[in-house]
């Protein structure tokens, strides 16, 4: 073996060593550092989340506070939907609250069987909305909710809770949010809230192998030493991004990420610099991405049978209604952006080229993307939406099929004019590995005029959903992550490049960087993003280690003014 192959073996053991299993590599002295604050340092922020000051005993029944006043975010951060629903600390904190308060524990318990209801296989739906409805919705009984509309009670079948599932968060919000914020289980979330937002460089990273090369840096894998959770880590080179005008997309795709949380799209940890880079702490995907399972892993015969692409299509699906829901066109969707986890779940990456409509408006324009792939309306140069992303789809569903792409023919090197040209005007193929289903979807997607193609109508994808191609989608569960992916990579293999094959950058010269440089990395350099690290802890179990509760009707001693 030559010294770049062993190189790879010691560094993709020390990798597959890391990443064992939850808790794996965890590291006692960073551990240690991991420690709720006492209550009274919290003062300030408590108040900046609209916490009742100094009322940490009042519990239940304390007198209801104003709404807290707004702050530079636009309120987000002190709004009943980010600190009691969104956030995942906060949504079990106030849950803890509700199952304490005798006035507000049938209103918990309905939120929780909704959530479960939503989660549950087709087999069960019917029998699990009877017990719920004779639970929660019959006058007289002890758990009764008096608090919903007839309507709410009594839905058209189908989305059977929505309706009841918005007058409960109406009511909690009403009536339970702020006897909570006056409770000792807000005290806690702000202890939590006064940890999260402590600062974070790269020595709270052990770093790993290169997972891969991106354009202004490499994509290393990375532990966190206090919980042990893995991530990949991103760096973008500060002088090359000078040199080659990258400062504007760098933060595009940071404040992307940062603002989209779905299961099916990478998410961010946290963002933060060192004295060369920008870095962004990701989810890491371990299994390799969607191009090299269509073609590298069975070359005799590539692409996959078409379950295994309607799994993939559906998860794909979910992370761009996502993404449009928040105004967002990711335009770069192919199989090489797809990326696989540990589990083989997958979700969309690399959100450099996308862009928001701004609100108020309805379309963007720009050329960008990758030939073969790109719209005709964005190719053509008129203005577009989220249709462009559709067209995307339609190319990767038949990529993943056929094992090449709709507008080329096998191994055929064809330049991007005549792809061009070929996108405009030519009709598309289908062999016999479509399905009728297969078909009739990818004609959907690829139809050529934006406004009879399938994709986002009215704030969701519900048409392209009931396309007979997912009849076998419980989405419900896929939203949940409760469908059993069709492949499994395997835990031992290292689904990237030899670290020879990763190819090194060359260094950057006559690039100085100055004040108005270190503005905008400050700007990029925003520190933790709550939704993953909240997770984090609860995932790791961190969260529950620190999560600790005297007897009942006692503080513990840091919520002990
Ligand atoms: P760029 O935008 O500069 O092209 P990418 O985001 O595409 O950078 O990342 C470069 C490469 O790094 C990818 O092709 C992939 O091999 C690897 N990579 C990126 N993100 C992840 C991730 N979250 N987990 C594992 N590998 C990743
Ligand atoms: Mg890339
Ligand atoms: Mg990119």
């Not at 007979?468 to 031992?492: C, Q």
Request: net charge neutral.
């Amino acid at each position: 073996m030559d010294i770049g192959g062993l190189e790879t073996v010691v560094a993709n053991s020390a990798y597959v060593s890391a990443r064992g299993g939850p808790g794996a590599g965890r590291d006692r002295r960073s551990k240690a550092q991991l420690r709720l604050p006492h209550i009274s340092q919290c003062e300030a922020l408590r108040a900046q989340l609209g916490g009742t000051a100094g009322a940490q005993n009042g519990g239940p029944g304390a007198p209801n506070g104003a709404p807290p006043a707004r702050t530079q975010d636009g309120g987000q951060e002190t709004s009943f939907r980010w600190q009691c629903v969104e956030q995942p600390i906060g949504k079990l904190l106030f849950r803890r609250f509700l199952e304490g308060a005798p006035q507000f524990a049938a209103a918990g318990a309905l939120w929780s069987e909704i959530e479960a209801f939503e989660r549950c296989e087709d087999a069960e739906r019917e029998g699990t909305a009877k017990r719920l409805r004779s639970r929660f919705f019959t006058p007289g009984g002890s758990e009764h909710c008096g608090f919903l509309s007839a309507g709410a009670t009594a839905p058209p079948a189908g989305d059977a809770f929505a309706q009841a599932r918005q007058e409960l968060l109406a009511h909690l919000e009403a009536a339970a949010w702020a006897p909570y914020r006056a409770s000792p289980e807000f005290s806690r979330f702000v202890q939590f809230k006064w940890l999260e937002s402590q600062a974070v460089n790269a020595d709270a990273f052990v770093e790993f192998r290169v997972l891969g090369k991106g354009g202004f840096g490499e994509v290393c894998a990375c532990q966190r030493r206090a919980t042990g959770k893995m991530y990949a880590n991103k760096r973008l080179n500060k002088k090359r991004l000078k040199k080659r005008n990258g400062y504007e997309a760098a933060l595009v795709e940071k404040r992307i990420l940062a603002r989209v949380h779905s299961r099916f799209i990478v998410s961010l940890a946290c963002a933060f610099q060192t004295k060369t880079d920008l870095c962004l702490v990701m989810t890491i995907m371990n299994g390799g991405d969607l191009r090299f399972h269509i073609y590298n892993v069975d070359e005799e015969n590539p692409g996959f049978a078409e379950p295994r692409a309607v799994f993939y299509t559906a998860q794909i699906l979910l992370g761009l209604e996502h993404l449009h829901q928040h105004r967002i066109v990711y335009r770069d969707l192919k199989p090489e952006n797809v990326l696989l986890d540990d589990a083989g779940h997958v979700r969309l990456s690399d959100m450099g080229l996308a862009i928001e409509i701004k609100e108020g408006e309805n379309k963007t324009r720009g050329y960008a993307g990758t030939p073969g792939f790109m719209a005709p309306e964005l190719l053509k140069n008129e203005d577009y939406d989220f249709s462009v992303d559709y067209f995307t789809l339609g190319v990767t569903i038949y990529e993943m099929l056929e094992a090449k792409g709709p507008f080329r023919r096998r191994g055929e090197k064809v330049e991007n004019k005549e792809v061009t040209r070929r996108i405009l005007h030519d009709p598309v193929s289908y062999s016999d590995k479509f399905s009728a289903a297969a078909r009739e979807a990818c004609e959907g997607l690829l139809a050529k005029d934006p406004q009879s193609r399938l994709g986002f109508r009215g704030n969701d994808c519900g048409q392209l959903k009931a396309q007979p191609f997912f009849k076998g989608i419980n989405w419900g569960r896929l939203e949940a992550g409760l469908v059993p992916p069709p492949f499994v990579p395997d835990p031992r293999r290292v689904y990237a490049k030899d670290l020879a094959d990763v190819g090194a950058f060359s260094t950057v010269k006559g690039v100085e960087l100055d004040g108005g440089d270190a503005a905008l990395f400050d700007a990029f350099a925003s520190g933790t993003v709550p939704i993953p690290w909240q997770e984090e802890l609860i995932e790791t179990g961190v969260f529950d280690e620190l999560n600790v509760w005297g007897a009942p009707g006692t503080l513990p001693p840091d919520l002990d003014p």
